[in-house]
């Protein structure tokens, strides 16, 4: 059964097109991440979904259902938001329960859902608290107890890891990937960044200007890329993107090579100065200067000592490489 | 710059001029409250004077309560402040949560329509206010000093919340929607408590012109029955005559209640300053 199903949605502020012709299905208890650059459109969409927007042309289905013209609160979905946006004259409980007491859900009802997710994200002691006295990861905590008490047929999360520091937005993720293993709920993510992409999702569609670039799974489109732009996106550090006439090939083509799949060696199909070295105990991170502005990063995995201005020659193995045309598209 | 905060010199500096200035500011209001403890032949020997054991009389507080049905000003004064207050933050902040919140046509133009009201004084419209309450028989009551001091204040208050109801939070008026909450609610619950500041500063601004207001309860309701506190003083300042005694005493009354309702919003201007500098 499809969760979610967007069909030719547009939207547009004035004659600005923030969204064009968007086709999207979300299977039932499936994780989708909308990814895509600042600006690319991607909150808007989430949104659209949301029903806090109103789309210009298309339709939105959540379970089945035409939700056009439903208000948000109805359409059977909950949210999670960057900024937690918690209510802050209220406690951690009374914040989780404002939604049920909304729909008039019975007392024993809501007391069962909030043990079960306060439970789940072990936000048993804070229940009487306010949000003002929680660190950031436990108001954000909060934010998804909020969501989960509802028992939604879809959950969106914007951005909700952006105002996390390091440690705590990779324990959240785990969190994430958790809740949606035991929950088997369908849920939409929006994020720019292409980690959280690559571990939460079952399906990544990856947006720019407005338009879904790629749908797959996160291998899938980091092993298959349909274009330059998706290539270049995922993955970190990015993919290397030369000209092939400096390789050798067709003028007018980009190859594109992953960092760790070029080799350092002696005779290789081209020779650079090293120019900056990232030890990162784990692997290093080479840049070399081609020259004519060609910076290429190789990923050494491991510890290897290279000198920077040091020359050396890079190689890599065909396969492992792809080509672009100008227009950025696939070519083989 | 930690330096230059913590020198003593510089300390004594700004508390010497924070000092100086509430000395001018208080001095008038401290002269009017001794004088009025005096006998009227010792308010113009020595005006400066404290209130001494020949020299006190409360003659004045005396005159008041007797001439005049002061109470009744006082309710007066304070039914018309504190309603108009009341209207002019209710329906400023309704104007300025819509003009900040929802996109429709025109809402530029819009806020720029209510703004005008800053810069044209509504004492021009006295004649047209006047022939307004005649006609819808009005004159002489306090609801049309309600109305007409409600209509002055909203400009400058739509003007200053719409500011500060657009720095409020999208995602937390968005979660609301999401938890089923009406506008109205959202509104009331979650935007209203977070510009209580700037609702406090609006206030303020509104309240001692009201409350000191001459011009319109001369014009629209001068009757015994609806006269406000300043009106009501107005009795003992004669064109040959003036009864100073009262007069000082009068005024002196009128400054407590202001001077209790401007703390009650000042805690809040406070504690708005300082909830913001520690997050």
């Known amino acids: 059964m499809t969760a979610l199903k967007l069909t030719n949605i547009c939207k547009s502020f004035g004659k600005v097109e923030v969204l064009r012709n968007i086709d999207l299905e979300v299977v039932e208890g499936e994780f989708v991440v909308f990814v895509g650059p600042s600006g690319c459109g991607k909150s808007t969409l989430l949104r659209v979904i949301a029903g806090l927007e109103d789309a210009t042309q298309g339709t939105v289905e959540i379970g089945g259902e035409i939700v056009n013209q439903v208000p948000p609160a109805k359409r059977g979905i909950a949210m999670v938001f960057q900024s937690y946006a918690l209510y802050p004259h209220l406690t951690v409980e009374g914040n989780m329960t404002l939604a049920l007491k909304q729909e008039g859900q019975s007392k024993d009802l809501i007391a069962e859902r909030v043990a079960m997710a306060s439970r789940m994200l072990s936000l048993e002691d804070y229940l009487a608290r306010r949000p003002s006295e929680l660190s950031g990861g436990q108001r954000q905590r909060v934010a998804i107890g909020r969501a989960i008490v509802r028992e939604p047929k879809l959950f969106l999360f914007d951005e909700p890891l952006s105002n996390l520091d390091a440690a705590l937005r990779m324990n959240t993720r785990i969190e994430i990937a958790r809740l949606h293993r035991q929950l088997h709920a369908s849920m939409v993510y929006v994020t720019h960044d292409q980690t959280e992409a690559m571990t939460l999702a079952d399906k990544i569609v990856v947006l720019r200007d407005g338009r879904v670039e790629q749908v797959g799974s996160p291998m899938e489109l980091y092993n298959n890329p349909a274009n330059q732009f998706v290539a270049g996106f995922l993955g970190a550090p990015s993919m290397n993107f030369l000209p092939a006439e400096r390789l050798g090939g067709a003028a007018g083509l980009t190859i594109g090579i992953r960092p760790e799949h070029i080799l350092l060696d002696g005779a290789g199909r081209a020779s650079g100065k090293v120019t900056h070295v990232e030890k990162l105990g784990g692997d290093t991170n080479v840049l070399v200067d081609l020259g004519d502005g060609c910076v290429v990063t190789v990923r050494l995995f491991r510890q290897h000592d290279v000198e920077t201005d040091s020359v050396v020659g890079i190689d890599f193995d065909e396969a492992d490489s792809f080509s672009f045309d100008s227009s950025g598209a696939r070519v083989s | ?279």
């Open chain 2, 1 to 279: 710059m930690n330096k230059a905060r913590r020198s003593p010199l510089n300390t004594a500096a700004a508390h010497a001029i924070l000092l100086t200035y509430t000395l001018i500011a208080l001095f008038p209001v401290f002269v009017i409250v001794i004088n009025s403890f005096k006998t009227r032949k010792a308010i113009f020997r020595e005006p400066l004077a404290l209130p001494s054991s020949e020299t006190f009389s409360t003659i004045g507080y005396e005159t008041v309560f007797k001439q005049g049905d002061f109470f009744l000003y006082f309710q007066n004064s304070m039914i018309v402040t504190v309603c108009s207050l009341f209207f002019i933050l209710l329906f400023g902040a309704m104007a300025a949560f819509a003009l900040a919140e929802y996109r429709f046509k025109g809402n530029t133009l819009m806020g720029l329509y209510l703004a005008l009201g800053i810069m044209i004084p509504i004492r021009i419209g006295t004649v047209a206010i006047l022939e307004m309450m005649v006609a819808t028989g009005l004159v002489n009551t306090l609801m049309a000093l309600i109305l007409v001091y409600t209509a002055q204040g909203l400009p400058l208050a739509v003007f200053i919340l719409s500011e500060f109801m657009k720095q409020v939070s999208d995602d937390l008026k968005n979660a609301g929607r999401i938890d089923g909450l009406s506008e109205y609610t959202i509104f009331f619950r979650l935007v209203v408590p977070l510009v209580r500041p700037a609702m406090a500063t609006v206030a303020v601004f509104n309240m001692i012109p009201i409350w000191n207001d001459l011009w319109f309860p001369l014009i629209l309701a001068p009757a015994e029955a609806t006269k406000t506190l300043t009106l009501g003083s107005q009795v003992f300042i004669g064109q040959f005559v003036t009864d100073w005694n009262a007069v000082l005493s009068a005024l002196s009354m009128a400054i407590l209640p202001v001077m209790i309702l401007y703390v009650i919003f000042s805690r809040q201007l406070i504690r708005g300053i300082t909830s913001g500098a520690v997050k």
